[in-house]
């Protein structure tokens, strides 16, 4: 949902807008009535992955790498 403003009142109302695009709303800013930029929420960055951070949490099953049963192994052959 975007919403114009002009110039004059995105000075005035600066962090009003900033609020509201916090909020994930996008702004148009224009002079004159024409659109010359757009104030929008920056996406988020993805988070890092750290290295053995599920340690403890999953397990192996000891039959993880046993064959399949025979009827399974027929549907892709």
């Known amino acids: 949902m ?3 403003v002009n110039i004059h009142e995105a000075k005035t109302r600066f962090s009003k807008l900033l609020k509201r695009v916090q ?5 148009i800013i224009a002079k004159a009535g024409r659109p ?3 104030l929008a929420p920056l996406a988020q960055p993805a ?3 750290k290295p053995g951070s599920a340690r ?3 397990t192996i099953g000891a039959d993880f ?3 399949l049963p025979r009827e399974i ?3 892709f052959a």
Do not use: F, M
């Open 2 to 4: 975007a919403g114009a």
């Open 23 to 27: 909020l994930g709303e996008e702004i």
């Open 36 to 38: 010359v930029a757009r």
């Open 47 to 49: 988070s890092t992955r």
């Open 56 to 58: 403890g949490r999953v």
């Open 65 to 67: 790498d046993a064959p």
């Open 73 to 75: 192994q027929k549907a």
